[in-house]
């Protein structure tokens, strides 16, 4: 049993890779994007960001789970707080507002406020038919990232303010409302994703986006109890659950 990991980690990556190593886990760190035969027999599980896990993932066996693409749009208005639209990015390009535009489940259109849809990476850059998510723009006073693992908060922390990175132990309000939602909505996530949830400038709770937990940074989580959700998140695909089956990526 291994956790592979890329060839750059970050903070949270090293500190999942102690973790799994103090489980008596091997951890494997590749070079790059080639698999070595003998990672090729089974048992490997993944903590890495979308590209490199589209590039390994299939020669390991590995089913990474992640949200569907129009998760966030399909939400009731009391968890978003906004109105969220999944359309191709071609659509897009007729905004005259400003709008957050971000990509469902990787970082291939950058997470940004644009002025409007003239701001978006052209047709020379990315298909007319990739999903975006737009919405209105929302500030946030605190935002924290939930691991949730079969139906509960499994654990998480706050990472920003207004914005700015600052990391905090995971509040009672934000649990309570991760539950709501897992109450609620839980049917429609894999049973080991992220979601990231913010208390806004008017006091009010809403979800910010969902992360795969493979590909997402820890911050103060506990990192066992993370670690616990990766796993889960991108590990044999003989392992599949038939509930977890529609959101392997």
């Given at each position: 049993?291994?956790?592979?990991?890329?060839?750059?980690?970050?903070?949270?990556?090293?500190?999942?890779?102690?973790?799994?190593?103090?489980?008596?886990?091997?951890?494997?760190?590749?070079?790059?994007?080639?698999?070595?035969?003998?990672?090729?027999?089974?048992?490997?599980?993944?903590?890495?960001?979308?590209?490199?896990?589209?590039?390994?993932?299939?020669?390991?066996?590995?089913?990474?789970?992640?949200?569907?693409?129009?998760?966030?749009?399909?939400?009731?208005?009391?968890?978003?707080?906004?109105?969220?639209?999944?359309?191709?990015?071609?659509?897009?390009?007729?905004?005259?507002?400003?709008?957050?535009?971000?990509?469902?489940?990787?970082?291939?259109?950058?997470?940004?406020?644009?002025?409007?849809?003239?701001?978006?990476?052209?047709?020379?850059?990315?298909?007319?038919?990739?999903?975006?998510?737009?919405?209105?723009?929302?500030?946030?006073?605190?935002?924290?990232?939930?691991?949730?693992?079969?139906?509960?908060?499994?654990?998480?922390?706050?990472?920003?303010?207004?914005?700015?990175?600052?990391?905090?132990?995971?509040?009672?309000?934000?649990?309570?409302?991760?539950?709501?939602?897992?109450?609620?909505?839980?049917?429609?996530?894999?049973?080991?994703?992220?979601?990231?949830?913010?208390?806004?400038?008017?006091?009010?709770?809403?979800?910010?986006?969902?992360?795969a937990a493979w590909a997402s940074g820890?911050?103060?989580?506990?990192?066992?109890?993370?670690?616990?959700?990766?796993?889960?998140?991108?590990?044999?695909?003989?392992?599949?659950?038939?509930?977890?089956?529609?959101?392997?990526?």
């Amino acid at each position: 049993m291994a956790l592979v990991l890329p060839p750059g980690l970050t903070a949270s990556a090293r500190t999942l890779r102690d973790t799994a190593r103090r489980r008596g886990m091997r951890t494997v760190q590749l070079p790059d994007r080639e698999v070595p035969e003998g990672l090729r027999t089974g048992g490997a599980y993944l903590h890495a960001g979308p590209s490199f896990a589209d590039a390994v993932a299939p020669a390991l066996d590995i089913a990474p789970l992640e949200a569907p693409a129009d998760w966030l749009a399909r939400l009731p208005a009391a968890f978003v707080r906004r109105e969220i639209r999944a359309v191709p990015i071609g659509e897009a390009y007729g905004l005259r507002r400003p709008a957050f535009v971000k990509s469902p489940n990787d970082k291939s259109i950058p997470a940004l406020v644009y002025a409007d849809g003239s701001r978006l990476p052209g047709p020379d850059a990315v298909d007319t038919g990739t999903t975006v998510l737009v919405s209105d723009v929302l500030a946030f006073d605190a935002e924290y990232r939930l691991y949730l693992l079969d139906g509960q908060v499994h654990t998480g922390s706050r990472y920003a303010t207004r914005g700015k990175l600052h990391l905090a132990p995971l509040s009672a309000g934000a649990r309570a409302f991760g539950s709501e939602l897992l109450a609620a909505c839980g049917h429609t996530l894999p049973s080991a994703i992220v979601v990231d949830v913010g208390l806004t400038d008017a006091g009010q709770w809403a979800v910010v986006e969902a992360n795969a937990a493979w590909a997402s940074g820890c911050y103060s989580s506990d990192p066992d109890r993370a670690l616990d959700v990766v796993l889960r998140a991108a590990g044999p695909a003989a392992h599949l659950t038939e509930r977890d089956g529609p959101f392997v990526r």
